[in-house]
């Protein structure tokens, strides 16, 4: 089989989710009385703030929700797992977020999701776009459970560049050697890597990032439920 010759990228989380991920999984948890309510949604409104403004450090970003997965033993997680993807994700997903990622896998492209939320959220929303190749932060596990903590280069700012490159090299391939190199981003945290790419796409941008498109002269779209 010819290999590709253009490889799309796409965050998840206020990309092709009209919402984020992680956010959500702590509502989930505040709705389970997982968690304390009154301390937990302050602090997520605040994680949550900081993200968009690109103020929050990636350890304290990455280490805030790797917490929620240590307090409580897999079988749990698992179960709590399926009904957050049923009541919480697919709600967020936009039939237009669906035809864009099928679009590009029609065209024969290398799809993958990049993405600096945890792999155990993710991997039921990326079989949901039928999407094979994710990208994401990998929390550490021994013994069976969570620890809080992340193996490897978490997937966030410079982190996403270190991890993409990383597993292309597994694949024996470099992004320089794709004539055509899209990513499909909201956040000014993932400049790093819309830099890196031949095509960078702006969409449904933060302040700062769209200030960038405009004068990069990248495209913005608007991928959204509803209408």
Known sequence: MRAARELVLFDLDHTLLDGDSDVEWLRFLIDEGAVDGAHEEAANADMARRYREGTVGTLEF??????????????????????????????????????????HQREGALVAIITATNRFLTEPTAREFGVEHLIATEPEVRDGRFTGEYTGTPSFREGKVTRLEEWLGLRGAKLAEFSVSRFYSDSINDVPLLERVTHPIAVNPDARLREIAAGRGWPVIRVRCGP
Do not use: N, Q
């Not at 917490?67 to 709600?91: D, F, N």
């Open 62 to 103: 990455v280490r805030f929700y790797l917490r929620t997965l240590a307090a409580h033993p897999m079988e749990r997680l698992l179960e709590w797992r399926a009904r957050y993807l049923e009541h919480s994700i697919r709600p967020l997903i936009p039939e237009s977020a669906r035809k864009l990622v099928k679009d």
